[in-house]
């Protein structure tokens, strides 16, 4: 089946905006994270979902972001009043369940610029 | 905190030859390391190991861990240029359920 989707592939946008980035996992898949990339490293973790709940949100670096998975499904990072320094890609996984040994799964990710 | 340090940072090599990159990590109750290989955007899992010395392995790829010395390598044999990607190292503990990644290795392989 196909893997996990996330749009737009790109976002280009103004500093003070607000911007949504959306993630479709897996199909069947109940555990869905959000990790950011900045250039030249490795993903960071921002905040991961067990079904509609977040069952950790120690990572989003302020009250700035937030993101919600309705359904259980579908996820959406949202970023109010963006700064230069949100930009980055913007990376979504997905797993089976959240029990151990259980692989991540990737999407292609969102570039996000804020001029 | 968790930490997963990665050398070589890049490694130029040709077709053919033998690389091995590095992964060593600190991790407070450890539950497994995995391997990914991210080309453009999208990280591609290679492997996930949880037990020392048994060694993984895919086609020309293969993997192992030494949790005495917190330490793994990735062994990629007769590389070819689609071996050309960053791979990255991240490991998981059993606290919850986020990977701390490495910085990478960026790999780029010659004709």
């Known amino acids: 089946g196909a893997g996990v989707s996330q749009t737009p592939s790109n976002k280009v946008t103004e500093k003070g905006k607000y911007v949504e980035l959306r993630c479709d996992p897996i199909?069947?898949?109940?555990?869905l994270y959000w990790y950011r990339q900045s250039l030249g490293q490795g993903p960071e973790f921002l905040i991961y979902f067990q079904g509609t709940g977040a069952a950790d949100d120690s990572g989003l670096p302020n009250d700035r972001f937030f993101a919600v998975r309705p359904e259980g499904s579908v996820s959406t990072l949202k970023i109010q009043r963006t700064e230069r320094g949100d930009s980055a890609v913007y990376l979504c996984a997905s797993s089976l369940t959240s029990g151990i040994g259980e692989t991540q799964y990737f999407g292609p990710g969102t570039r996000l610029l804020v001029l | 905190e968790d930490k997963v340090v990665q050398s070589p940072l890049s490694l130029v090599v040709h077709e053919g030859d033998t690389v091995t990159l590095n992964c060593s990590y600190e991790v407070t109750n450890f539950r497994s390391l995995l391997w990914y290989k991210q080309e453009k955007k999208a990280p591609t899992f290679l492997f996930m190991l949880?037990?020392?010395?048994i060694e993984k392995k895919s086609g020309r790829l293969s993997s192992i861990l030494d949790k005495k010395e917190l330490f793994s390598i990735l062994n990629i044999t007769a590389t070819q240029t689609g071996d050309s990607a960053v791979y990255l190292c991240?490991?998981?503990?059993?606290?919850?359920?986020?990977?701390?990644f490495g910085g990478g290795t960026r790999l780029m392989v010659k004709p």
């Open positions: 949880t037990s020392s010395g």
């Open positions: 991240a490991v998981a503990n059993n606290a919850g359920n986020m990977l701390t």
């Open positions: 199909s069947g898949h109940t555990a």
